[in-house]
T-cell receptor
Framework: QKEVEQNSGPLSVPEGAIASLNCTYS??????FFWYRQYSGKSPELIMF????GDKEDGRFTAQLNKASQYVSLLIRDSQPSDSATYLC????????????FGRGTSLIVHP | DTEVTQTPKHLVMGMTNKKSLKCEQH?????MYWYKQKAKKPPELMFV???????INESVPSRFSPECPNSSLLNLHLHALQPEDSALYLC?????????????????FGPGTRLTVL
């Protein structure tokens, strides 16, 4: 069973702080890693994906991948109240499967 | 165009009704998915179509019947649903990954259909 684990939260951070969201996965051969943001009552929106070890930055978002430790994280700099949402981690495993496995999501609350 | 569209946005139906959910994408993706999502839970995979053929059915009850008329369209036919089937139904699409090839295969989700079964 390929598993993707996230702390359900809520993670509460003050406005302007860095929010750090973490995700671990069980399949060592996993290939691609995705972060989705989902506002309450809305559909998931892809915000970042990463393939290689290291950091990938896009605006205020940085995805970090460490395949040896089997974790991927998402950092949100200068957090805004509009970042308050559930963040879903999804992992595409090895073996040629193109279907990702989703974690249960971490709820982020950014308070003014 | 990175948009996946879904209709209707909201649907209320009785347990004896027959209705259909529709999904469309024009990104040239050859994999299309149906997910069910309950409140505060992650999306739960129901069906996957690859090149217009059903490739995965996650043991979904037969009251849900998927259909893929062409590479851009995906339907979900609903019949004799139960109140516990009330949920957000999400359609998604992606490229189909070949084994060993490097690709991100990111999924793009539609806005969803909020289904209420009375």
């Amino acid at each position: 069973q390929k598993e993707v684990e996230q702390n359900s939260g809520p993670l509460s951070v003050p406005e302007g702080a860095i929010a750090s969201l973490n995700c671990t996965y069980s399949d060592r051969g996993s290939q691609s890693f995705f972060w989705y943001r989902q506002y309450s009552g809305k559909s998931p929106e892809l915000i970042m994906f990463i393939y290689s070890n290291g950091d990938k930055e896009d605006g205020r978002f940085t995805a970090q991948l460490n395949k040896a430790s089997q974790y991927v994280s998402l950092l949100i700099r200068d957090s805004q109240p509009s970042d308050s949402a559930t963040y879903l981690c999804a992992v595409r495993a090895s073996g040629g499967s193109y279907i990702p496995t989703f974690g249960r999501g971490t709820s982020l609350i950014v308070h003014p | 165009d990175t948009e996946v569209t879904q209709t209707p946005k909201h649907l209320v139906m009785g347990m004896t009704n027959k209705k259909s959910l529709k999904c469309e994408q024009h990104m040239g993706h050859r994999a299309m998915y149906w997910y069910k999502q309950k409140a505060k839970k992650p999306p739960e995979l129901m069906f996957v179509y690859s090149y217009e053929k059903l490739s995965i059915n996650e043991s979904v009850p037969s009251r849900f019947s998927p259909e893929c008329p062409n590479s851009s369209l995906l339907n979900l036919h609903l019949h004799a649903l139960q109140p516990e089937d009330s949920a957000l139904y999400l359609c998604a699409s992606s490229q189909v990954q070949l084994a060993g090839a490097r690709s991100y295969n990111e999924q793009f989700f539609g806005p969803g259909t909020r289904l209420t079964v009375l």
